[in-house]
């Protein structure tokens, strides 16, 4: 995990972030991570190869739900496939990561 320290825009943008996954994952997806850069917020899905399109349009109507609570942002959504068990990189907040390495096996 990082060890940066967490303003108080970020820890509003991770609960915004959580609140509005909540219902909306799947097992395909590996993480979810976001970022203010100025007035932009940057919504980071990554999947794994089994994700349909229908697991992409979740994630985009929970990035749909944390736009919501900042009317004066625009939203920049990122929604990749990277397979299990290669690695990722995260976007400063890490808001979910799914649990791999007793029921994945490389």
């Given at each position: 995990?990082?060890?940066?320290?967490?303003?108080?825009?970020?820890?509003?943008?991770?609960?915004?972030?959580?609140?509005?996954?909540?219902?909306?994952?799947?097992?395909?997806?590996?993480?979810?991570?976001?970022?203010?850069?100025?007035?932009?917020?940057?919504?980071?899905?990554?999947?794994?190869?089994?994700?349909?399109?229908?697991?992409?349009?979740?994630?985009?109507?929970?990035?749909?739900?944390?736009?919501?609570?900042?009317?004066?942002?625009?939203?920049?959504?990122?929604?990749?496939?990277?397979?299990?068990?290669?690695?990722?990189k995260h976007l400063r907040n890490l808001v979910y990561l799914r649990h791999e390495s007793n029921y994945y096996k490389e």
């Amino acid at each position: 995990m990082s060890d940066i320290i967490k303003t108080e825009e970020d820890l509003n943008l991770m609960l915004s972030s959580m609140r509005a996954l909540l219902g909306e994952i799947t097992p395909s997806l590996r993480s979810v991570s976001t970022e203010l850069r100025g007035k932009i917020i940057i919504w980071q899905c990554i999947f794994d190869t089994e994700a349909t399109e229908d697991d992409f349009e979740l994630a985009s109507m929970a990035s749909g739900e944390v736009i919501a609570d900042y009317n004066d942002y625009g939203l920049e959504e990122i929604i990749m496939r990277i397979p299990y068990p290669n690695k990722m990189k995260h976007l400063r907040n890490l808001v979910y990561l799914r649990h791999e390495s007793n029921y994945y096996k490389e």
